[in-house]
């Protein structure tokens, strides 16, 4: 089962992040073989983190929030909130995977919350007949949101390479969703 989970930082948590980063890099490389994607999101300078997101691929709701529960910065008092879903890997690969390189251009986590009525969710092929971006191959993750048992659409998530932020927005049409967020973000781990 595949997981999307996204902490928030707290505010004023930025020296203990940067204190706790060897701790959460090694208890993240516990988890190597079922990462997906992983990476701060950060301000609009791209010079502060503001979250940490992660999505793995893990045997049951039970052990995903022990993952997102049991991270040394939520343990410490990072982080301020962790959004923590179901998720579908649409493209069917990792973040190194993609296409594009891990350094080249600006890089986004999209994330469309659901209206109060349950959309269908939104295909590729949708996604490719919105002709924002040049290709498919700009998109790093992309998938809907799930409740814990898979059956519900609750959003989706989507990881971006784009010039700018309101072309990363406009990946998520805004007429299916109540809200969409968008996030600085970049590739993370170890160097």
Do not use: K
């Not at 049409?173 to 968008?182: C, F, G, L, Q, S």
């Amino acid at each position: 089962m595949e997981f999307f989970c996204y902490h928030r930082d707290r505010s004023a948590s930025l020296a203990l992040r940067h204190e706790l980063l060897e701790e959460h890099w090694s208890y993240m490389d516990q988890y190597d073989a079922e990462m997906i994607a992983r990476g701060p999101t950060l301000t609009s300078d791209r010079e502060v983190p503001t979250g940490s997101l992660h999505i793995v691929d893990l045997p049951d709701v039970a052990a995903a929030r022990a993952f997102a529960f049991d991270e040394p910065g939520y343990q410490a008092g990072v982080y301020r909130d962790v959004m923590l879903r179901r998720w579908r890997n649409l493209l069917g690969r990792t973040m190194w995977d993609f296409p594009g390189g891990h350094t080249e251009g600006n890089r986004y986590l999209v994330m469309g919350l659901g209206a109060s009525e349950p959309a269908d969710v939104v295909s590729l092929a949708d996604l490719a007949d919105l002709d924002v971006l040049p290709d498919r191959d700009e998109l790093i993750a992309y998938g809907p949101l799930l409740s814990d048992d898979g059956a519900t659409w609750l959003g989706t998530a989507a990881l971006v390479r784009a010039p700018d932020r309101d072309r990363a927005r406009a990946v998520l049409p805004a007429d299916r969703y109540a809200h969409i967020e968008v996030h600085d973000w970049q590739f993370g781990g170890r160097s």
